[in-house]
């Protein structure tokens, strides 16, 4: 039997890892990988213990793009739905997602990366958004993610160029949350990932959505599903122990809830 392409893990505390598992290839995506992707996020969909996500890559690398050495099986069209049913996953998902970037992020890994909520990238890791070199369009959302987190020109000049960008570079112009030095980087994802574990999952859950759906709302729209939102949230479990917590002056515990 092969390797698994994809490994998931869930911690005692609800955080779920996804790690890429072609080492030997970077990580670079190919049909099994996207099956076992596409099956591990909808286990974490499913599964009430996990509280947050975190994606990597195993090795020096967290994904590679496509692997361009594998027949695009079972066919061209075929396989960009299921690789964007993929992305589409990872952005829906109703819980907080983490991006752990070391490495190259290249082609497709680079968009893969950027499909999450919070990006965390080690300074000399390396987004390249290497498409029109290898004479092709964007995929992985970044025709949709790159232009909302840098603004359309830069977007332009990122893709029509071909450019890598540095994890440095990455973090300064925005496109990715945090770069820091590669030895701070577990433990910076740890610390968020630990945060976001223990928040209120239902409430984090309708932020995302919101925010996700922001950039194709009317200010009414936005203003009317905050009061949805938030009438819902005021009757909830959470809100109820997010009072009390102030009120004692202590630390919510929303897991209990």
């Known amino acids: 039997m092969s390797e698994p392409a994809v490994l998931l893990d869930v911690s005692e505390s609800g955080v779920a890892t996804l790690t890429l598992n072609r080492p030997d290839r970077k990580n670079g995506l190919n049909k099994q990988m996207v099956d076992e992707t596409i099956v591990a996020l909808e286990s974490v969909w499913a599964d009430d213990r996990c509280r947050g996500l975190v994606m990597t890559g195993a090795g020096t690398s967290f994904c590679s793009g496509m692997d361009l050495s594998e027949k695009i099986l079972p066919d061209e069209m075929t396989f960009m739905r299921r690789v964007g049913h993929l992305c589409s996953l990872i952005h829906d998902l109703p819980l907080p997602v983490i991006a752990k970037v070391r490495g190259g992020a290249v082609g497709y890994g680079a968009n893969l990366a950027l499909c999450a909520d919070l990006v965390a990238a080690a300074d000399d890791a390396v987004f390249g958004e290497i498409f029109a070199e290898r004479g092709l369009s964007i995929d992985g959302g970044g025709s949709w993610l790159v232009p909302r987190l840098v603004g359309l020109g830069r977007a332009k000049e990122i893709m029509f160029l071909a450019a890598r960008v540095s994890g440095a570079e ?28 223990d928040g209120p999952r239902r409430a984090l859950s309708v932020i995302k959505q919101q925010l996700n759906a922001s950039f194709e709302r009317s200010f009414a729209d936005a203003i009317e599903a905050e009061a949805v939102g938030q009438a819902l949230s005021f009757r909830s479990k959470e809100s109820r122990e997010g009072a009390r917590a102030f009120f004692e002056k202590r630390s919510p515990d929303f897991r209990s809830c």
């Open 170 to 197: 990455a973090g300064e112009m925005g496109l990715v949350n945090r770069a820091v030095p590669a030895a701070e980087l577990d433990a910076l994802v740890d610390k968020w990932a630990d945060r976001l574990a």
